[in-house]
């Protein structure tokens, strides 16, 4: 039961170039989380952003939600080498709060 | 440091044995999950516990089996009737409910690998 998917599946920029990825999802949210995984290592939380809000910023994160559209998208700022990962978002399936993950936007930082 | 443990890190199975994969967590959080991710896919919930001694099916449960004897742990085993376990399974915690939402914190994951 798919139901926040990411796009682009993958990303390749320069350091210091922003990185856009956008989530899309089906059904009715009150919130949505991006999480990161470096290769090969469990999934780190790194942003949560609730249905009342439209724009939430965490250092060199962005991240937007517009439930009309249905959609959300991380923006990484200023990239380094060290943010090549996967990013995932992941919303509450139905009306509980398990968490279901898209396949994820696997971002390449080069140096 | 508060964190969660999986073990062993990476397993190798014949086919046909039932394997079993540790999770143990130090954050007194109440809800524990299972997760499975396949290369290239996202993650998909087998099992996950909100309380001692409950545990509900998730989308993917066939051929898994899963105990929460301790509010700390949640091992699950690979059952041989799983038809293809080759995988990385991620456990995960979470204080359900916690903030209005349900944030999870990860293990570094088990690689199972059926020869």
């Known amino acids: 039961s798919q139901q926040g998917e990411e796009d682009p599946q993958a990303l390749s920029i320069q350091e210091g170039e922003n990185a856009t990825m956008n989530c899309s999802y089906k059904t009715s949210i009150n919130n949505l989380q991006w999480y990161r995984q470096n290769s090969g290592r469990g999934l780190v939380h790194l942003i949560l952003i609730r249905s009342n809000e439209r724009e939430k910023h965490s250092g060199r994160l962005r991240v937007t939600l517009d439930t009309s559209k249905k959609s959300s998208s991380l923006l990484i700022t200023a990239s380094r080498a060290a943010d090549t990962a996967s990013y995932f978002c992941?919303?509450?399936?139905?009306?509980?709060?398990?968490?279901?993950f898209g396949k994820g936007t696997k971002l390449t930082v080069n140096p | 440091d508060g964190g969660i443990t999986q073990s062993p890190k990476y397993l190798f199975r014949k086919e046909g044995q039932n394997v079993t994969l540790s999770c143990e967590q130090n954050?007194?959080?109440?809800?524990m999950y299972w997760y499975r991710q396949d290369p290239g896919q996202g993650l998909r919930l087998i099992y996950y516990s909100q309380i001692v001694n409950d545990f509900q099916k998730g989308d993917i449960a066939e051929g898994y089996s899963v105990s929460r004897e301790k509010k700390e742990s949640f091992p699950l085993t690979v059952t041989s009737a799983q038809k293809n376990p080759t995988a990385f399974y991620l456990c995960?915690?979470?204080?359900?409910?916690?903030?209005?939402?349900?944030?999870?914190?990860f293990g570094a994951g088990s690689r199972l690998t059926v020869l």
């Open positions: 954050l007194n959080h109440d809800a």
């Open positions: 995960a915690s979470s204080t359900w409910g916690a903030s209005g939402a349900n944030v999870l914190t």
């Open positions: 992941a919303t509450p399936q139905g009306g509980s709060e398990k968490l279901v």
